[in-house]
């Protein structure tokens, strides 16, 4: 249960595909997420989003990330009608309220906040999509060849959090076998998150001292020195280490599958909030477009996220 938000390998398309094209594919459904208003457009995203989730093999899981967004998308609703006064259709009056002036309540600011927390929800949806269906460790070995250090600190922070949410079970577990019972209220909490933080500290100590043990802090061998890398030869192999490379792995299926639905989901947003085909203004009134276009719109972006999931060929773990 530990796990049950972070990446395991499953037999999907999204999991079949390489680490920089599933983040491509997350990243063109954040960049529609965030340029796109219309709340039909945003629920087919949605709807998108969630049967991605079930094309994935992640659905379960995925859904509670829906209740947890659902949890931060009601107040920020409820702050937005509660100090938005730039809408004109009133339906309730609180009167006055000191320095915050006349307390009208607007239907504008209700649409308005509905949309946000639409927005926060699905961004939510999507960041918890790719923790579950996108390789962290394929991801950061891009990075490596730009920063070595810095991938190795991000990779072994990721790989911490599944340690640390396994410590908190198994300390909250230990609580409640006690004689007297694991204490109660914020008591209780404040023991359990004490324990959870003193348990890193000497874990990150030990991974520290055995980086150190390791080589990995001292510093780079400089330019010209004696102890270089062994060079890949043309056949492939090296001659110092005398050892062959690993082939490259070709592009499958599944990587131009998700490539082109990334770069429809992309152009399909684009166009949309350009051509104002899709058109949304809350203020000063509600003017929320509903023709033709934004329907063709709603239904190329759900077929361009699902299209990549009906071909489950060549997808074992």
């Not at 997420?33 to 899981?61: K, T």
């Not at 209740?67 to 006064?85: E, F, G, K």
């Not at 309220?97 to 949309?115: D, I, K, R, S």
């Not at 992309?266 to 909030?273: E, K």
């Amino acid at each position: 249960m530990g796990s049950s938000f972070f990446y395991r390998r499953l037999a999907s398309p999204l999991h079949a595909t390489r680490a920089w094209v599933g983040a491509l594919w997350i990243v063109s459904l954040t960049e529609a997420a965030l340029i796109l208003y219309h709340p039909l457009v945003l629920l087919a995203l949605l709807l998108g989003v969630l049967g991605a989730g079930w094309g994935a093999r992640v659905g379960a899981r995925l859904s509670r990330s829906l209740r947890t967004a659902l949890i931060v998308a009601a107040p920020i609703v409820l702050v937005n009608v509660l100090v938005s006064r730039q809408g004109l259709t009133v339906f309730a009056r609180l009167g006055d309220l000191g320095p915050f002036g006349q307390g009208n309540l607007t239907l504008e600011a209700l649409a308005y906040g509905g949309v946000i927390a639409l927005k926060v929800a699905l961004l939510i949806l999507v960041t918890a999509l790719a923790g579950l269906a996108v390789d962290p460790d394929e991801l950061l070995r891009i990075f490596r060849r730009f920063s070595f250090r810095s991938a190795l600190t991000a990779t072994l922070a990721t790989r911490m959090l599944p340690v640390l949410a396994a410590d908190s079970q198994r300390l909250a577990e230990a609580q409640r076998t006690r004689p007297g019972g694991a204490p109660g209220g914020t008591r209780g909490k404040v023991a359990l998150i004490s324990a959870v933080v003193g348990g890193s500290l000497d874990r990150a100590m030990d991974v520290a001292a055995t980086l150190e043990v390791r080589g990995f802090a001292g510093p780079p061998p400089a330019r010209g020195s004696a102890v270089r890398p062994p060079r890949p030869s043309r056949l492939g192999f090296s001659a110092r280490a005398g050892r062959t490379r690993a082939p490259r792995r070709a592009f499958s299926r599944h990587d131009l599958a998700f490539v082109a639905s990334a770069l429809a989901v992309l152009a399909l947003a684009t166009v949309g909030r350009l051509a104002g085909i899709a058109s949304f203004d809350a203020y000063p009134r509600i003017e929320m477009a509903l023709d033709p276009g934004t329907l063709v719109l709603c239904a190329a972006l759900l077929t361009a996220v699902l299209l990549p999931f009906c071909d489950r060929r060549g997808i074992d773990p």
